[in-house]
Structure formats: C-alpha cells, structure tokens
C-alpha cells in the first residue's frame, strides 16, 4: 500500500540572499517521471548551506530556496520511468540532484562536472523540508542497516573528502595533512584517511578539536594558533622529516590554501577541497617547480565514489561525530558555524 503523502510540509526556507531563514509550510513536490519523491528523516548542515544563504560564492542560487544537501529518507513515490527504486526503500539525497547523464563528463563518471547539472540545497530546493524531490539515477541507496541520522553527513562531507583522498595519489603507509581537521569535513577525512591506509595529520586550533582528532586516531596535531613555525612543525610530524605526501585543504577560511606548498613534500599534492568565500589559492613558483608540487581542485564524488565511501561506513569504519538538533533550530546551527566553534557536525531532525 502507497504511503499517504501530505499536501503541504514544513520546511526552512529564505527568499533572499541573506536572510532571513524562515521556518513555514509550503506545498509537497511531486517527482517528475524519473524522478522519486523521499520523506526526509535527517540532513546534515553543511558550511556550504550558509555559503548559499549568504551568497558567497560566483554562482546564483534559487530564489526563493530550501538549503539542504545531506538528507537521508525513504522513497514514498517515483516518476513512471523509475524502476530499480522501490517505495519504502532508504536513499539519500546529494549535493549533485542530478544530471544530464549524456555529456562528455556524464559519460566518463564525471558527472558533478555536466554543465546542466542541479544541485541540492542551491540551484534546486534542497533537503531541510519534509519532503524533497531527486532525481532517481543520482539518490544514494542505503541499505536497511544504515542509521539515517549518522549517515546523513557522508552524503556531502563524507564522499567529498573520499574524493579528495583519491584525487591525492597518496598511497597505503603515506602521510597526509588535513587543514580544518576538527570540522564536519575533517574529522571524516581522518577516519577515511585512516581506513584507506593512511597517516593522518591534523591541522586546527583548539583543546576541543585537538581531543577529537586525537580521539579519532591522528598521528600529530599541530595548533595553527599557536605554533611558532606552522611550516617546521608540520614537517616534523612525518616520519622522515621531509613533509606529508598530500595536503587535504577542508578549512572554510583562505589562509591556510596559501601556506600548503611551503610544507607538502617534493613530488606532494595540495589539494583543494574547502570554498572560502572570495579565497585565492596561491603558491610562490619556484618551489612549486624545483619540488615538483602538483596542486589540484577536488570537488564532489560521482555515484561510484559514493557506494564506495558509504560502503566503508556501513562497515563501521566512518563514525561521524554528529550532534542532533529539530530543523526549527537551523538558525542556531548557522550561528555556531559562523563563531567558528563546531566540532564535528550538525544534523537536523527534519521533523522537530
């Protein structure tokens, strides 16, 4: 028997570049013929939900909006084209709604790169509301076992951090520095670092940071606040002295793009993960060549990289520390997110 489905849903909502976020009802969505329809259970907050909120970035979003991209549910109805999803079964919902599966990129698993792709929670409604439409080819299955509240942040954070690890080339036994590593993004990038094979080192500021990291399994956490030497102090922390192999950048604030090349090893990858508003990422030249440094952009995974990296999570191997609070309290998270003063991640419950 079909799910009843209601009419209207409560849902947070701004109908202008910056604010204010509204909490309200609005009308249920209805799922195009390859699309399904899911009854939202959890999302995740994630710093690019303010980043769409505040307008930070060169890339106009959909005016009046529902933020949102980290949301796990279940399928209540599907397009008439849908038919390997089934009613009543758990997905989750992306930053990448969808895509034209046609193109260049599309053909060759490139799929977050397709010039007509939609994006949850920014050129499309997202999934702080009820109920949320996406399209069927790009949901994430989850399997019955999953618990939808910690598994929502692995939708965003946990797959792009994945990503950026294979973007790196670092191999099994190899060292990597990741910048904001006692953030939502980081502390998923230690643990996947760690589950791949990986020596993670933590750069962040802070006694509580600095705990969780070293709860999460870090071999060295150096405090950006307050080192002498950032440069001399991450190279220390590996092995033989020389720097890390690959320099994962998740920090929200540009400095620390402008400081990787000076400590990642010759023939080391910096990549870029994070998008400060505004930010450059810059690098002196000489070093750059005479060490070989490869310097790369890593954005979202394709549907591979996200079975991939929830199948390390249903094995247990990603614990995202997660606090939950209803969706009525949204504001209140974007507050903590711009005091700089999270640790680990925010999850609303859609239906508090």
Request: aromatic share 6%; glycine share 12%.
């Amino acid at each position: 028997m079909a799910p009843s489905i209601p009419e209207t849903q409560w849902a947070q909502v701004f109908a202008k570049t910056g604010g204010p976020v509204e909490y309200k009802e609005i009308p249920v969505g209805k799922p195009g013929p390859d699309e399904v329809l899911v009854n939202v259970k959890f999302s995740g907050v994630c710093h690019t939900d303010l980043h769409a909120l505040q307008g930070d970035w060169p890339l106009d979003t959909k005016l009046p909006l529902v933020g949102g991209h980290e949301g796990a549910g279940t399928v209540v109805a599907r397009g008439s084209l849908v038919t390997n999803i089934e009613i009543g079964d758990n997905v989750g919902i992306k930053w990448l709604n969808g895509s034209c599966l046609n193109c260049a990129f599309c053909q060759q698993a490139d799929e977050p790169l397709c010039a007509e792709a939609s994006l949850s929670g920014y050129t499309i409604d997202g999934t702080f509301q009820q109920y949320a439409v996406a399209q069927a080819a790009h949901v994430a299955r989850l399997h019955k076992d999953i618990p939808l509240d910690k598994v929502a942040p692995v939708l965003c954070a946990g797959i792009t951090v994945y990503k950026g690890l294979k973007e790196s080339g670092v191999r099994p036994g190899q060292s990597v520095a990741i910048t904001g590593a006692g953030g939502g993004l980081g502390t998923l990038a230690i643990q996947y670092a760690k589950a791949m094979g990986f020596v993670p080192i933590a750069i962040d500021t802070g006694a509580e940071k600095k705990k969780l990291c070293e709860e999460l399994g870090v071999s060295a956490f150096v405090d950006f606040a307050t080192t002498k030497d950032l440069v001399k102090d991450v190279k220390a922390a590996t092995e033989d002295g020389l720097g890390p192999h690959a320099c994962l950048l998740v920090a929200v604030s540009e400095k620390p793009f402008q400081q990787a090349a000076d400590y990642v090893r010759s023939r080391g990858t910096v990549v870029a993960i994070g998008l400060p508003a505004k930010a450059y990422l810059s690098a002196p030249v000489f070093p750059v060549v005479t060490k070989m440094i490869c310097i790369r952009g890593s954005y979202v995974g394709n549907r591979r990289d996200t079975a991939e990296a929830l199948e390390f999570f249903r094995r247990g191997l990603i614990n995202c520390p997660i606090q939950v609070v209803g969706m009525s309290e949204l504001t209140g998270v974007y507050d903590k997110m711009r005091a700089g003063t999270i640790a680990g991640r925010y999850v609303v419950d859609v239906n508090e």
